[in-house]
């Protein structure tokens, strides 16, 4: 495990507020290889683009077993901290959710709090930071510091008045940090005051998923973002450049 452990510890040293690394999201052995030849020293694997590449839908879609197959390929293609969207954790537990990542050479994982094997609910902000201090209890022990990003969906669902959002959404990821967490994510689109509030208040390094044709690296560093990664933004960018592609042979 030590070099599980290697690749951990830079992959968390990566997460720097004002500077942050930017992790582009990948879905199979080609695009991380691409991706890895263009430069980039650590990548995400996105659960939407991995479901769409073996034609199951987003949101628990695919299983994990098919997730872990695709991340072992990505491993084995390439020698950089990988880490991976576990979705809402698939019915499992932490034990078996980080037995698999790290079998499969992965060092990170993203934990959402919509819960898609039971219709969708929302857990609440304790259950969610329960979850999360299990995954690093079990990661822990391993010997591997696995780099835990905890993710809310608050903002994407709208549960609740728009008034108070980021309140709650504050008071959920500071739960999860307390829990043990690394990394936090506010999934969604963020107003420049919000984003900034959040990145203010929270007390770990905040994670944001961007448009990799629209977003700005200064913008999201001046703000205080520490991560970027692309969701399944970076292959809808390259479909819609692929369509454009076929289009001439028509």
Do not use: C
């Not at 040293?13 to 263009?38: I, L, N, Y």
């Amino acid at each position: 495990m030590t070099s599980l452990e290697s690749k951990a510890k830079a992959f968390l040293e990566s997460h720097r507020p004002g500077d942050p690394g930017v992790f582009p999201t990948v879905w199979d052995a080609w695009s991380a290889k691409v991706a890895v030849a263009a430069g980039f020293s650590a990548l995400t694997v996105g659960s939407h683009p991995v479901a769409d590449s073996i034609g199951r839908p987003d949101g628990e879609g695919m299983t994990f077993a098919e997730s872990l197959t695709r991340v072992r390929q990505i491993t084995a293609a390439v020698d950089v901290p990988v880490s991976v969207d576990i979705e809402s954790g698939y019915g499992l537990e932490p034990a078996q959710l980080i037995e698999g990542l790290l079998e499969a050479g992965a060092i990170g994982l993203n934990i959402e709090d919509t819960v898609h094997s039971e219709g969708g609910r929302l857990r609440t902000a304790q259950e969610h930071a329960d979850l999360v201090r299990g995954l690093r209890q079990f990661a822990d022990a391993s010997g591997v510091h696995v780099v835990v990003n905890a993710r809310t969906d608050l903002f994407m669902r709208k549960d609740g008045d728009d008034a108070d959002r980021v309140d709650r959404a504050i008071e959920r990821l500071k739960l999860a940090a307390d829990a043990g967490a690394d990394v936090l994510f506010p999934a969604g689109r963020h107003a420049d005051a919000d984003m900034r509030r959040l990145t203010a208040e929270l007390p770990l390094p905040i994670s944001a998923t961007v448009l990799p044709d629209q977003a700005d690296k200064a913008a999201l560093a001046d703000q205080g973002v520490a991560r970027i990664s692309f969701g399944p933004f970076l292959q809808f960018a390259l479909t819609a450049e692929i369509d454009r592609l076929l289009d001439r042979w028509k």
